[in-house]
């Protein structure tokens, strides 16, 4: 074990068994990710939950008393933090979110275990709002192929969908927020957010490995109406 740059204990991980160098290097970086301790001191189920505060912080998009839907939501740490600022457990508020896997219970947040893509999730979604919403957040990743082209237009085309339901459900004035990756597939995504919603940028957090191409797409002050 050495230190790193900053002084702090570098745990380096041997090598054992079949374990792939890729599972290797992942569980490096999550034992030295300071993130990724901060969240178990804080009682975060995610690093993930410093990503959204920290954009949240400083563009002030979740309030109290709103609708809220989470893609992607497992192991739930945008959940978390949605649900505190919205003051769902106080029933100020409503946070719905989705998830392929399972996600423990979340006080104020109503979960749902299922594919986003599914045809039948959007109606599913919708019976459980119950009406408009006034933020989505998409924090959906497609499995990888290692084949960097194919993995950016899955994550897009995954956004495109959630960008899609977004249209249909938000209330005017609106906000959507979701992961995305730095590269050129991703124009006419932003193409259409930039005719559905006032302001459109990309922000990434400092809870964002710098390392890695991972950004959010911002977009807010919806133009439509909710068609629910």
Known sequence: MAKDTTGRLHVTVKSAGKRKLSSKLWLE????DPYVAQAKRDGFR??????????????RFLKKGQIVVDLGAAPGGWSQIAAKRVGSPEGKGKVI????LEM???????????????????????AMIGGGVDVIMSDMAANTTGHRKTDQLRIVGLVEEAAVFASEVLNPGGVFLAKV???GADAELLAQLKRDFASVKHVKPAASRQDSAERYVLATGFRGTAKV
């Open 29 to 32: 970086r999550q034992l030295n």
């Open 46 to 59: 995610s690093r993930a939950a410093y990503k959204l505060q920290e954009i949240d912080d400083k563009h």
């Open 97 to 100: 979110a989705i998830d392929l």
């Open 104 to 126: 423990g219970e979340i006080p104020g947040v109503t979960f749902a275990q299922m594919d986003f893509l599914n045809e039948a999730a959007p109606d599913t979604l919708r």
């Open 181 to 183: 990756f730095q590269s």
